[in-house]
């Protein structure tokens, strides 16, 4: 399976997908004007990792910031990776000092009962 990488942007994350090995990385800042056309490819890459996923997948993100309509997505994001792996982990990385953040990652392990480690970057 071919990975998707976008680079980020002054508005956008980095977004690296590794199907083969499934692993999904997103990280920086993300409040771009339209979120859904943005995040699109990686809703259709998912649909296709559906088809060829592996026994484990990790899921990482390490942000900066995002806005509300972001958060929807990584819901959605994570709901439908969740559906996909038995073996589904999600690695929140928070930067000092950036509380919000890391309550932020806390509520979604509570709220979708998923398995999340939430770590400070080192």
Same mark, same amino acid.
């Given at each position: %399976?071919? /990975? #998707?990488?976008?680079? !980020?942007?002054? &508005?956008?994350?980095?977004?690296?997908?590794?199907?083969?090995?499934?692993?999904?990385?997103?990280?920086? /800042?993300?409040?771009?004007?339209?979120?859904?056309?943005? @995040?699109?490819?990686?809703?259709?890459?998912? &649909?296709?990792?559906?088809?060829?996923?592996?026994?484990?997948?990790?899921?990482?993100?390490?942000? #900066?910031?995002?806005?509300? !309509?972001?958060?929807?997505?990584?819901?959605?994001?994570? %709901?439908? #990776? /969740?559906?996909?792996?038995?073996?589904?982990?999600?690695?929140? @990385? @928070? +930067?000092?000092?950036? =509380?919000?953040? %890391?309550?932020?990652?806390?509520?979604? +392990?509570?709220?979708? =009962?998923? /398995? %999340?480690?939430? !770590? &400070?970057?080192?």
């Amino acid at each position: %399976m071919k /990975k #998707l990488i976008i680079e !980020a942007g002054k &508005e956008t994350p980095q977004i690296y997908m590794d199907g083969d090995n499934g692993h999904f990385s997103i990280s920086g /800042k993300s409040y771009p004007e339209n979120v859904y056309d943005f @995040y699109e490819p990686v809703f259709e890459y998912i &649909e296709q990792y559906q088809q060829h996923s592996s026994p484990k997948t990790t899921l990482e993100f390490n942000w #900066l910031y995002y806005n509300t !309509a972001t958060s929807k997505v990584i819901m959605k994001i994570i %709901m439908r #990776l /969740k559906e996909i792996s038995p073996d589904f982990q999600i690695n929140w @990385y @928070y +930067k000092k000092d950036f =509380d919000l953040i %890391m309550e932020k990652g806390e509520e979604i +392990k509570d709220i979708l =009962d998923v /398995k %999340m480690i939430i !770590a &400070e970057e080192s």
